[in-house]
């Protein structure tokens, strides 16, 4: 995993013209429910923001293969639940990790339609709620709703974080071989952040303020 992160990373520092496709098939590797468990596609995601502030790659076509990137993987994952679900059952990775569907559909008829949208943060059910959804019958406008909306927040919590805490470093004044750690660490550190505020109710609180519920999933019209 290492290695493929290592490769990734230098390869479009060395050739930023690749920056949207390696960005596009790392956010769609996470996102797609057959190559999630075996992607490292945060971490490369993550690291790949640390490039930007000092001009090795650009920001722009980061950002939209990342984004574009999610929103293909986590559609195409949906896609096949919906023509395919009762196939890929028996399917790997699901012979290797069966309760990984079932934790998938109980998430998804929990949250409904905000499942696609809140599942996007929940790393290994990131790509099995997609096909769960579409195994169970999400209408593909409130699919694509959640899909679109996600991305556009996941792709940029992942990808600007490193660029911000190296900036912060730089006028901050932080020697320049202390500025790759100090980024890790400021990402670390939000990422503690976030795990507290979910674990401290945050799920609830966006519930409420969407005025969305599970039994929504299945009220909306083709």
């Known amino acids: 995993m290492t290695d493929l992160i290592d490769t990734a990373v230098h390869f479009i520092a060395v050739h930023s013209a690749w920056t949207f496709a390696v960005m596009f098939i790392t956010a769609f590797g996470e996102s797609f429910v057959f190559l999630s468990l075996l992607f490292p596609g945060t971490a490369i ?10 001009g090795a790659i650009p920001l722009l076509p980061l950002l939209a293969g990342g984004i574009l990137g999610a929103v293909f993987g986590d559609a195409t994952s949906w896609w096949l639940g919906r023509g395919y679900g009762s196939l890929l059952i028996g399917r790997w990775p699901f012979t290797r990790h069966p309760a ?11 949250y409904g339609t905000l499942s696609v ?19 169970l019958g999400m209408p593909a406008r409130a699919f694509w709703t959640a899909n679109i909306l996600s991305a556009l927040i996941w792709a940029p919590a992942l990808l600007l974080p490193g660029s911000l805490a190296v900036t912060a470093a730089r006028l901050l004044a932080i020697p320049p071989q202390w500025r790759v750690a100090a980024g890790i660490g400021a990402i670390l550190l939000g990422a503690i952040i976030l795990y507290a505020a979910r674990r401290l109710g945050w799920l609830r609180a966006l519930r409420r303020w969407t005025g969305l519920s599970g039994a929504e999933a299945g009220d909306e019209d083709q």
């Open 45 to 54: 995601m993550v690291a790949a923001g640390l490039l930007v502030p000092g």
């Open 117 to 135: 949208f809140i599942g996007r943060f929940f790393g290994p059910l990131r790509a099995v709620i997609p096909l769960s959804a579409g195994m």
């Open 100 to 110: 990984l569907l079932f934790k998938g559909e109980a998430f998804f008829r929990r």
